[in-house]
């Protein structure tokens, strides 16, 4: 004789099946999305703001990274040319400078992977774009002293935090943060080359680049160090994609830790 059912049962599975099926359509909307800004006219316009946001995103990789070190975080600037500059003070030895250095090249695709990572359910979507909407008002007044650096970093947080609290359909916020972490996954690619340039020029002038910057800390020539970076966001951002598609795709999902 079969054991009768137990109360609720299937319902989990029921869960993660709705769960796949709007991370699905969410990955599906992004891509779309991000095609047409490629191919229609006047869509560069549009990809003009991306591309601060993700030089915004890589030069508070550095801030971050040299807070995380033990040192401090003094002021970001982002120019009209999409370039940047994170000004930081390390206390710390040749290693605490070079993991400065290396934070904002790796810093788009580790937003990107958290970013596909509460990306998976709507409502955790919303609660992300609602705290990192804050955060990014703390951030520009804090450590922005540019004009286009608040305006990017404000704007970014008004329009998460619109949709966060303006939509009540969960899937809005989670259409919203994995395009753009599908925009700071492509830029890991497109911007690459800079990984393996000497010098940056920036709207501050010519200076070392973030490579150079480690190879200057550490031994090595600047090329290795740039592909080690560039070897280690892919990897993130792989396992973000992972985790992201193993929803969309019907797999068991765990909360993010």
Not at 167 to 189: A, D, E, M, N, P
Request: charged share 10%; with cysteine.
């Amino acid at each position: 004789m079969a054991d009768a059912p137990l109360p609720g049962r299937g319902l989990p599975q029921a869960s993660e099946e709705v769960a796949g099926a709007q991370a699905r359509r969410t990955l599906l909307a992004s891509l779309v999305i991000t095609a047409v800004l490629y191919v229609v006219p006047g869509g560069d316009i549009v990809g003009y703001p991306l591309l601060l946001i993700s030089t915004y995103v890589h030069e508070m990789g550095h801030g971050l990274a040299a807070i995380l070190v033990g040192g401090s975080f003094e002021s970001l600037r982002i120019f009209g040319d999409g370039s940047g500059v994170a000004l930081t003070a390390t206390s710390g030895g040749r290693v605490a400078r070079a993991v400065v250095s290396a934070g904002g090249l790796v810093g788009p695709a580790v937003a990107a992977a958290v970013g596909f990572t509460f990306g998976r359910k709507g409502l955790w979507a919303r609660w992300f774009l609602l705290i990192g909407g804050i955060l990014g008002i703390l951030t520009a007044a804090f450590w922005v002293r540019s004009l286009v650096g608040w305006a990017i970093a404000l704007g970014l947080s008004g329009v998460s935090l619109a949709i966060a609290l303006g939509i009540k359909q969960h899937h809005w916020s989670q259409l919203w943060l994995v395009f753009l972490s599908v925009q700071l996954g492509l830029s890991v690619f497109s911007r690459s080359e800079y990984l393996f340039a000497r010098t940056a020029a920036t709207g501050a002038g010519v200076g070392r680049s973030d490579s150079a910057s480690i190879a200057d800390a550490l031994l090595g020539p600047y090329w290795l160090w740039g592909g080690v970076c560039g070897v280690f966001s892919l990897l993130v951002l792989a396992y973000g994609a992972w985790i992201f598609l193993r929803t969309a795709a019907g797999g068991r999902t765990r909360d993010p830790v």
